[in-house]
C-alpha cells in the first residue's frame, strides 16, 4: 500500500549518525546503518541507546523494523545507494581535521562504484574535491550536518537549512539527496567546496559571537554594566541578533573547539593567518580560567578548600564531556590545591572516566554539603529548582560563581549567598581575601 521509499546507507553511528540514520527511519526510509564497534552494533539492534539525546532513544525503538545495524559493509552497499558518511574527523596534534576515517570508509568502496557518497562528517574545504579525484567515477555531495546536541532529532526535522553541495556532474545525484530532504525544508544548492565552508564558517561564526560577548561580559565586569542587558539590546537590532550571545565560561563540545581550530589551519596550511580565530580561540580558553579568581577574590588561597562544580556537560541536555569546560576548571582548582567535588545529573559516568580525583556524588546536596562555595558549570535545569536558603545552611561558606549566569542573582543573595555572576556587577570582596 505505502510506496517503498529510497533505502538509505549511513556508516558512522556516532551522534550524528544515529540522529541521520533514525530520523530517516521515522520518514519511512528503509535505513541500514554500519559502524565498526560489533559492541554498539549488538545493542543498537537490541533497541538500547546509549547516548543522551532526547527523543532519540524512542525515534530507534518505534522505528526498529526499518532500521538495521551492521558491521558489515557489504550488506549496506548491496542494500543503499545513498551513503552518509557520519564518522567523526577529531582534531590531530596539529589542530588539522584527522580525515583517515572518511578515506577508510571512500577506500572500502567498490571500484567503479554506482552509489552516491553524501559527506556529512565536518570536513575541510577540499576534502570533496581529493576524493573525487582519487576516485574517478563516484558520485559525491556534500551535506553538512547543522545539528544540535540536546535538540538534535527536532534540528533535523526542522532544519533552517540544508546545504547540498556537488560539482559539475553529480547533478542527479544532488538531486537524489534534494529529494530525501524534500519533507524537511529549505535546500541550498550549491558546489562541494562552498558547502564545505558554509559548515566551518557557520561553526566559527557562532564561535567568534560567544567569545565576543565574553569579552564584552569581562569589561561590564570593570565598568559595573550587565552583560545580559547589554546583549538585549544588542540582540533587538536584528542584523546582529539575541542567539549565541550568552556569555559564559567558555564554549565546548565536539565541534567548535575542533572547527574553529580546523578552519584557522586550513586557512593556514594556504598560507593566510586567519588572526580573528586565533582570539576566538585565545578568548575562550581564559575565560575557562576566570573562575578562579572570582572564588580567590573571596577565599583568598584555594588550598584546602573544597569546590563543589554543579554540571560537568558541555552544556545541558547532553552527557557528552568532549572540551567541557569544567575540565579545564577542575584541572585549575586542583592546581590551585582545592578540594574539587561535582555532580552531574547524567555526565557523571563519562566525566569519572576523565576527571581523576575529582569525588562524583549522586545529587547536587551531596556535592554542595560543607562546600566553601559552588560553582554552576552547566545550566542543567534541575539546578534552578533547588532550596537555595538550605543548600547556604549546608555549605561552609554560602559563596556561588554561576558560570552560566543561569540563576537569579537576587533571590541567591536572599538565600545568604555571595553571588558572582559573568559580566555582571560585581559581589564585594569578603573578608577571607584580605585577612
Ligand atoms: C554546534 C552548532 O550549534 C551546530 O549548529 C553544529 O551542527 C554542531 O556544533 C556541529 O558542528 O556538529 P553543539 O556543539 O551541539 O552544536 O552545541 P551548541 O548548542 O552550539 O553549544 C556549543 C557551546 O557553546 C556550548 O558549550 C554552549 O554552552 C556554548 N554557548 C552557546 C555559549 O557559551 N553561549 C551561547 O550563547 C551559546
Known amino acids: 500500500m505505502s510506496e517503498q521509499r529510497e533505502p538509505v546507507g549511513v556508516i558512522g553511528v556516532g551522534w550524528v549518525g544515529l540522529v541521520t540514520a533514525a530520523c530517516f527511519a521515522e520518514l519511512g526510509h528503509p535505513v541500514i546503518a554500519r559502524d565498526i564497534l560489533q559492541e554498539k552494533v549488538d545493542s543498537l539492534a537490541r533497541g538500547e541507546v546509549t547516548i543522551h539525546e532526547p527523543g532519540l532513544a524512542d525515534l530507534v525503538r518505534r522505528n526498529a523494523e526499518r532500521l538495521t545495524f551492521t558491521t558489515e559493509m557489504s550488506e549496506l552497499l548491496d542494500s543503499a545507494r545513498l551513503l552518509f558518511v557520519c564518522v567523526d574527523t577529531p582534531p590531530t596534534y596539529s589542530g588539522d581535521a584527522d580525515l583517515s576515517r572518511v578515506r577508510a570508509v571512500v577506500e572500502e568502496l567498490p571500484e567503479g562504484s554506482e552509489h552516491v557518497l553524501i559527506m556529512k562528517s565536518t570536513v575541510p574545504a577540499g576534502t570533496g574535491e581529493a576524493i573525487r579525484r582519487d576516485m574517478p567515477g563516484l558520485s559525491y555531495v556534500s551535506c553538512p550536518e547543522f545539528l544540535k546536541e540536546?535538540?538534535?532529532?527536532?534540528?533535523?526535522?526542522?532544519?533552517?537549512?540544508?546545504?547540498?553541495?556537488?560539482?559539475?556532474?553529480d547533478e542527479d545525484a544532488a538531486a537524489a539527496v534534494a529529494g530525501?530532504?524534500?519533507?524537511?525544508?529549505?535546500?541550498?544548492?550549491?558546489?562541494?567546496?562552498?558547502?564545505?565552508?558554509?559548515?566551518?564558517?557557520?561553526?566559527?561564526?557562532?564561535?567568534?559571537?560567544?567569545?565576543?560577548?565574553?569579552e564584552i561580559a569581562n569589561v561590564c565586569e570593570e565598568v559595573g554594566a550587565d552583560v545580559g542587558?547589554?546583549?538585549?539590546?544588542?540582540?533587538?537590532?536584528?542584523?546582529?541578533?539575541?542567539?549565541?550571545?550568552?556569555?559564559?565560561?567558555?564554549?565546548?563540545?565536539?565541534?567548535?573547539?575542533?572547527?574553529?581550530?580546523?578552519?584557522?589551519?586550513?586557512?593556514?596550511?594556504?598560507?593566510?593567518?586567519?588572526?580573528?580565530?586565533?582570539?576566538?580561540?585565545?578568548?575562550?580558553?581564559?575565560?575557562?580560567?576566570?573562575v578562579v579568581g572570582k572564588l580567590e577574590k573571596h577565599l583568598g588561597s584555594l588550598l584546602g578548600k573544597r569546590v563543589a562544580l554543579l554540571g560537568l556537560a558541555f552544556k545541558p541536555d547532553t552527557d557528552d564531556m568532549r572540551e567541557a569546560s569544567s575540565l579545564v576548571l577542575a584541572a585549575r582548582l586542583q592546581g590551585e590545591g582545592a578540594e574539587v567535588v561535582a555532580y552531574d545529573p547524567v555526565a557523571s559516568e563519562r566525566a569519572g572516566q576523565l576527571l581523576a580525583s575529582v569525588t562524583l556524588t549522586g545529587s547536587a546536596l551531596e556535592a554542595l554539603e560543607g562546600a566553601d562555595a559552588a560553582v554552576l558549570v552547566t545550566e542543567w535545569s534541575e539546578f534552578a529548582e533547588l532550596d537555595w536558603a538550605d543548600v547556604a545552611r549546608r555549605m561552609a561558606r554560602p559563596l556561588i560563581v554561576d558560570g552560566r549566569n543561569f540563576l537569579d542573582p537576587t533571590t541567591l543573595r536572599a538565600a545568604g549567598f555571595d553571588y558572582e555572576g559573568i559580566g555582571k556587577v560585581q559581589a564585594a570582596p569578603a573578608a577571607a581575601a584580605t585577612e
Open 150 to 169: 540536546g535538540t538534535a532529532v527536532a534540528d533535523f526535522m526542522h532544519p533552517d537549512r540544508v546545504v547540498i553541495g556537488a560539482d559539475p556532474g
Open 180 to 214: 530525501l530532504y524534500e519533507p524537511l525544508g529549505q535546500v541550498l544548492h550549491t558546489d562541494v567546496s562552498s558547502a564545505e565552508m558554509i559548515k566551518l564558517a557557520s561553526n566559527a561564526f557562532l564561535a567568534t559571537k560567544i567569545s565576543f560577548i565574553n
Open 229 to 290: 542587558e547589554v546583549a538585549r539590546g544588542m540582540g533587538l537590532d536584528e542584523r546582529i541578533g539575541s542567539s549565541f550571545l550568552r556569555a559564559g565560561i567558555g564554549y565546548g563540545g565536539s565541534c567548535f573547539p575542533k572547527d574553529v581550530t580546523a578552519l584557522k589551519m586550513l586557512a593556514g596550511n594556504t598560507g593566510y593567518h586567519f588572526q580573528l580565530l586565533t582570539a576566538v580561540i585565545e578568548v575562550n580558553e581564559l575565560q575557562k580560567r576566570r
